[in-house]
Structure formats: C-alpha cells, structure tokens
C-alpha cells in the first residue's frame, strides 16, 4: 500500500477527534496499518485469482491469517466496540489439535 503513512496520520486523526486520547488513536492507528502488506496481497488474489497456483494462495491466505486478526481484534478494542466473538460458533477461542 503506497499511502500507508497517510491512511495511519488520517485515522489516527479521526480517532483522536472522536475519543480525544490521541495515544489510543495512534495505536489504533497502527494496528490498522502494520498489514498493509497483507491487504496487497489479498487484493492481488482478488483481482487476479488464476494468477496465482494453490502453494501461492495458501501462502497468501494462511500469512494473512497468521498477521491480520490480532491486529484487528486489538484496534476493535481500543476503539472501544468490545472483544473478539466467536459468533460463527467454530470454537475461536479454543486451542488447535
């Protein structure tokens, strides 16, 4: 992503306005931001799916999975919108075999 420091400043901005914690609005800010990678790659893969073979997408889809929630799930918070559901009922919060 070519504007990541933009997008970062204007909703750090836009927090910081609406909470008046500019420290909260910078992490929020920041959790928002740090896959910008990540967001690259997944619309690559949407915009051109048969350019990539299974081992690419897998790649893709599992380094997504592995970066992205926690960051997510942190800005939810810190936004003040609750924690993290399991409202697809698939055992989130359950440890993997």
Known sequence: MKNVKVVRDRIAAAFAASMGDQAIANEI???MTDWDHDVDDL???Y???EALNDDEILKLVIGFLIHVPNHVAAAKKLAGVGPMEDIFKVGLFEEDE
Request: charge should be neutral.
């Open 29 to 31: 800010a920041f959790h």
């Open 43 to 45: 619309i690559k893969l």
């Open 47 to 49: 915009e051109q799916p």
